[in-house]
């Protein structure tokens, strides 16, 4: 029997970090990843092919509405969603294969199979074939991540019925997609299909879209995405999804009481994910779970049993790839006898539809929660030239700062590469700067960065330059 330091179920970037952190600390390690290709769903049915469609339809609609503008004529323009959804596919191979090249240069064996636990150090391993091999491992790792939730009622026939799994292979634009959900996934996939032509009703329960981002955030994407010819209905609770045909109703009640009836061809159920751990036989080591299915870890991220781990999507916090490749590094160096951290507050999160929606640290909703003084500063996209010189004027940046220590407590914005922009939230939050920090440092002209200098101006001492 092969005998690890160290066993990781599971290769998400979650997983694949912490193989690669605990084999550059010296430790023997596995990795078992049940499905052919290595990544789990960031890399498979996530982050990357999202990205990718998102990419590719963007290129789209910039040729049909956008081109013109800038003095390009090209005609007619037509896209082919096959070679869309190959292309992806192309960057998805690339993306996992790099994975495989890293096991490779880190010496770290992998097995694919499913692993499960036959006590607190031993996993057995089936593979697609019902071959089974047991390994001994010192410690584990469990990083077997998420799969989409839906709601007790939802038949998911994959069909026409989808998760956002399937709505990344769509054979053809649905004619009017109903969207369940309008969070992260939702608006992303959402807006791809958009921009391709189809009808697009976002049904979301809570009274906005991106509802744990700050409530400026939601307005202003919400603005973009009416302008774009999305159609929501906010306050209504999904009561009912059924298929006749090519047909799919969905039925939901709204804040009135009354039933309403949305009618498409498509549904894409997003509605949040669940913890994955069917197959792991958590039992047989003696871990538990909490009222959501999620492994239950200590602040070391270590389950009730000491020598096994469990980090991303299967443990509490937020499901985010960047959040899962944290723990990742931080368990292995735990292991080490090292004494990492993560500040869980500093973890950004980021919506990519086009504006882009960024966040980190506090919302202004939470400080007024929390009854910290505050002050905000704002600046919008299209005071700056870089915005006016691309086209894109829509979004804002705000921050949020102690009104006395002028400390930046959040940065929210919604615009061009707001993705990157963020980056410098997190440095200047991770250092503790003031506004006043960011304010008196110079950034570049002309880009979209001189909105977060002009934010942080106008919440350190009212003294926007340019508005
Ligand atoms: P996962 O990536 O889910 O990996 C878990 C792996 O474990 C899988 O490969 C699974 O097959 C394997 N596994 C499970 N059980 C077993 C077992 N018993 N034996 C062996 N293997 C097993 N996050 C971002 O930060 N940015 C984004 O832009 C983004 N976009 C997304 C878009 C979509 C459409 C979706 C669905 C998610 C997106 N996410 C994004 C979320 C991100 O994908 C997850 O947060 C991230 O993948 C979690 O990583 P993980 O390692 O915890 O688990
Ligand atoms: P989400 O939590 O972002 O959004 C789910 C939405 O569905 C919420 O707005 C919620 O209020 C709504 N909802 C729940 N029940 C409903 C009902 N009965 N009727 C109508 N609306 C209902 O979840 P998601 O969009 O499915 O994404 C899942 C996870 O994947 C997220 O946690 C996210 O972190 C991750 N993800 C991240 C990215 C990114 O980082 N860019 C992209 C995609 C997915």
């Known amino acids: 029997m092969s005998s690890y330091d160290v066993a990781v179920i599971g290769s998400g970037p979650g997983g694949y970090v912490a193989a690669i952190r605990c084999a550059q600390l010296g430790m023997k390690t596995a990795i078992i990843e049940k499905y052919d290709t290595l990544g789990g769903t960031c890399l ?61 240069k880190n010496k770290i064996d992998v097995f694919h199979g499913v692993g499960s636990f036959k006590d607190a150090t031993h996993v057995d391993i089936a593979d697609a074939n019902g071959k089974k091999q047991t390994i001994e491992a010192a410690k584990t790792i469990i990083a077997t991540g998420s799969k989409p939730s839906t709601l007790p009622f939802i038949s998911l026939d994959k069909e026409r019925i989808i998760t956002s799994t399937e709505a990344l292979k769509l054979k053809e634009v649905p004619k009017h997609m ?25 049904v979301e329960y809570m009274d906005r879209i991106i509802p744990t981002m700050d409530k400026a955030q939601s307005k202003e994407l919400m603005k973009v995405f009416k302008k774009q010819k999305v159609k929501f209905a906010l306050s209504h609770g999904v009561t009912a999804v059924e298929r006749d045909g090519n047909e799919v109703k969905v039925k939901a009640t709204n804040k009135k009481g009354e039933e309403v009836e949305f009618i498409g061809d498509y549904c894409l159920v997003s509605v949040g994910r669940r913890a994955y751990t069917d197959g792991l036989n958590l039992e047989a080591a003696g871990i538990l779970t909490d009222n959501r299915g999620r492994v239950e870890v200590n602040a070391y991220l270590q389950t009730k049993v000491s020598n096994i781990y469990a980090i991303g999507d299967v443990i509490k916090g937020a499901m985010l790839a960047h959040k899962a490749e944290e723990e990742g590094v931080f368990v292995a160096e735990t292991m080490a006898g090292q004494k990492p951290h993560i500040d869980y507050n500093l973890i950004p999160g980021v919506v990519y539809t086009w504006p882009e929606v960024a966040s980190v640290g506090k919302t202004e909703e939470q400080l007024i929660e929390a009854g910290v003084a505050y002050k905000a500063g704002s600046f919008p996209m299209r005071a700056l030239g870089r915005s006016r010189a691309s086209g894109d004027i829509d979004g804002f940046v705000k921050i949020l700062a102690d009104k006395t220590t002028d400390e930046v407590l959040g940065m929210h914005m919604v615009g061009a590469r707001a993705a990157d922009l963020i980056a410098e939230g997190v440095t200047a939050m991770e250092f503790r700067a003031s506004a006043e920090d960011i304010a008196r440092m110079s950034h570049p002209h002309p880009t979209y960065t001189e909105a977060v200098k002009e934010a942080a101006l106008a919440a350190t001492a009212d003294r926007a330059l340019h508005i």
């Open 44 to 104: 498979n049915v996530g982050c990357i092919p999202s990205k990718a469609l998102l990419d590719s339809s963007h290129h789209y609609e910039d040729a049909i509405k956008h081109f013109d503008e800038h003095g390009i004529e090209l005609g007619e323009v037509k896209f082919s969603l096959e070679k869309m959804i190959a292309r992806k596919q192309g960057v998805v191979d690339m993306t996992t294969k790099g994975i495989d090249f890293l096991m490779d």
């Open 178 to 202: 109903i969207v369940i959900g309008g969070g992260v996934i939702g608006l992303e996939l959402g807006q791809v299909y958009k921009r391709l032509g189809a009808e697009v009703t976002v």
